[in-house]
């Protein structure tokens, strides 16, 4: 089996690495919680946050790669101008911005918990919690996108393009947290569609 043919098992790796990350690091405190407590935890769970942040990075990379191969798919099937296609790979590369920038500010709480006065580590871990707008609106553009262009083009069963546009929109109300852990399921979906028929050509 080539390399290329493992190419969309990128995706089950993405939220793999995900999972990981928020596993390993465990329920951080809350955005407002005391001084003390922020420093107590992350003095604690140093290696921790450092390690989550790697796994982070692992998933942003992975993900790119994998919106990179869904675009690629639709962009084939679509044709110029591929507008679908190509919302679909901007989604991927900010959701990836995204993880990339969560992955930075873990890391680095983890490295410098020792070294910074506790104010600055509480403004890094108030970010850690709350920056999610680029991951947030990567989510809905790239499955916009990749459902749009799932319905117009039947690549892929029009179901998952018609989920891929409601999670998309779900993603832009007041419930719209629902969002990522619906694309981690549509992820993991495709990437095994894309491997089987990779496999199979």
């Known amino acids: 089996m080539s390399a290329r043919r493992l190419v969309p098992l990128s995706g089950i790796v993405t939220v793999a690495a995900i999972f990981a990350s928020f596993a390993i690091v465990g329920d951080t405190p809350d955005t407002d919680a005391p001084i003390n407590e922020v420093v107590s935890f992350y003095t604690k769970h140093d290696g921790d946050a450092q390690f989550s942040g790697a796994l982070s990075a692992l998933a942003a990379l992975m993900f790119l790669i994998f919106s990179s191969t869904v675009a690629g798919v639709l962009r ?21 911005a995204g993880g990339a920038i969560f992955a930075g500010l873990s890391f680095t709480i983890g490295d410098t918990v020792k070294d910074i006065d506790p104010a600055s580590l509480q403004t890094l871990h108030v970010l850690s919690e709350d920056l999610f707008f680029p991951v947030a609106v990567g989510t809905v553009a790239f499955l916009l996108g990749a459902g749009i262009g799932v319905v117009k083009t039947g690549v892929l069963p029009k179901w998952l393009g018609w989920a891929a546009i409601v999670v998309a ?32 050509a």
């Open 76 to 96: 084939r099937a679509e044709g110029d101008p591929g507008g679908a296609s190509a919302l679909a790979y901007g989604g991927g590369i900010l959701f990836a």
């Open 169 to 200: 929109l779900v993603g832009i109300t007041p419930i719209g947290f629902v969002s990522f852990p619906a694309l981690g399921l549509w992820t993991l979906v495709v990437s095994v569609m894309l491997f089987m028929r990779a496999d199979t």
